[in-house]
C-alpha cells in the first residue's frame, strides 16, 4: 500500500497511508494557490495546526467538525478552538500537548518542536511526524533557522523536511538550505513561497542553495495540487 504527500499552497500539506489521511495548517479557503477547496475535503483523520495565522489555522475547525477528524496542536491553541465550538473528543490527549512531548494516533507518532516566529495563542510549533511504515517527516511551521535544528538531525533520520522558503515572514532560501544541513533530512520541499507578491521566491534558487549548503539532501519542487509517494 502506497503513502503519498500533496501539497495544497502555502503550508498545507496532506498526507495519506493506508490507515489515515493527515492534514497540516489546511488553509483553503481565501488561500489563492489552494488546488482544491475545504469543502472537496471529505475525509481527515488528523488535523496539525504549528500556529494561529489565519494562513495556518485556515479551515481547520469546519474540518474537524464535519469530518471528525482529530485536533493535534499546542494546549492554548486547541483551546481557542474548542471556545469556538470545537467538540472536546476531537482534540488529541483531550486538551492538546505541548513542545518536546509525543502523541501517538493509530500508529503515527507526532512530536511537537519549536519554531521561531509570532502568534497569539500558545507559541509557533513544528512537527516531526513518523509513520507507521517508518517515514518520517518534519513540517517546520513558520519558522527562522534555528542552531538546534540539528538537534531534531541527531535524534531522528529525517527522511523529509517541508521549509518555509519565502522569506519575510520566514526563513529564505539560503537559510532554509543551511537548516537543510542540519536537520541532515534525505528530501527537503520548500513551502511557504509564491502565496502572495511578497513571498514570490523563486523555488529553484532553494535547489541550488543545496547544492551550496547540503548537497546530501535532495530538493523537491512541487506545485499546489502535486502528490508524491513516501518511500523509506
Not at 146 to 164: H, K, N, R, T, V
Not at 183 to 212: N, Y
Request: net charge negative; proline share 5%; with cysteine.
Amino acid at each position: 500500500m502506497a503513502y503519498f504527500l500533496t501539497w495544497h499552497g502555502h503550508a498545507n500539506f496532506e498526507i495519506t497511508t493506508p490507515q489515515q489521511t493527515i492534514f497540516i495548517d489546511p488553509w483553503f479557503s481565501g488561500n489563492p494557490k489552494a488546488d482544491m477547496t475545504a469543502q472537496q475535503v471529505t475525509k481527515a483523520d488528523l488535523v496539525l495546526l504549528t500556529h494561529d495565522h489565519d494562513d495556518h489555522l485556515g479551515d481547520a475547525l469546519d474540518l474537524c467538525m464535519r469530518t471528525r477528524a482529530q485536533l493535534v496542536a499546542q494546549v492554548e491553541l486547541a483551546g481557542s478552538l474548542l471556545k469556538k465550538g470545537l467538540d472536546q473528543d476531537l482534540v488529541v490527549n483531550g486538551i492538546g500537548y505541548n513542545i518536546g512531548g509525543t502523541v501517538e494516533v493509530q500508529g503515527t507518532r507526532i512530536t511537537m518542536t519549536q519554531a521561531f516566529h509570532s502568534c497569539e495563542a500558545g507559541t509557533p510549533v513544528g512537527f516531526i511526524i513518523e509513520l507507521d511504515n517508518g517515514f518520517t517527516l518534519y513540517h517546520a511551521g513558520d519558522t527562522g533557522i534555528f542552531g538546534d535544528m540539528s538537534i531534531w538531525g541527531e535524534l531522528y533520520s529525517l527522511d523529509l523536511a517541508m521549509l518555509p522558503t519565502g522569506g519575510v515572514f520566514t526563513m529564505d532560501a539560503r537559510q532554509a538550505a543551511k537548516a537543510c544541513s542540519l536537520l541532515k533530512c534525505r528530501q527537503a520541499v520548500p513551502m511557504h513561497w509564491g502565496t502572495f507578491p511578497s513571498l514570490d521566491a523563486d523555488p529553484e534558487q532553494f535547489s541550488q542553495q543545496i547544492r551550496q549548503l547540503a548537497p546530501s539532501t535532495c530538493p523537491i519542487i512541487m506545485q499546489p495540487g502535486e502528490k508524491i509517494e513516501l518511500v523509506p
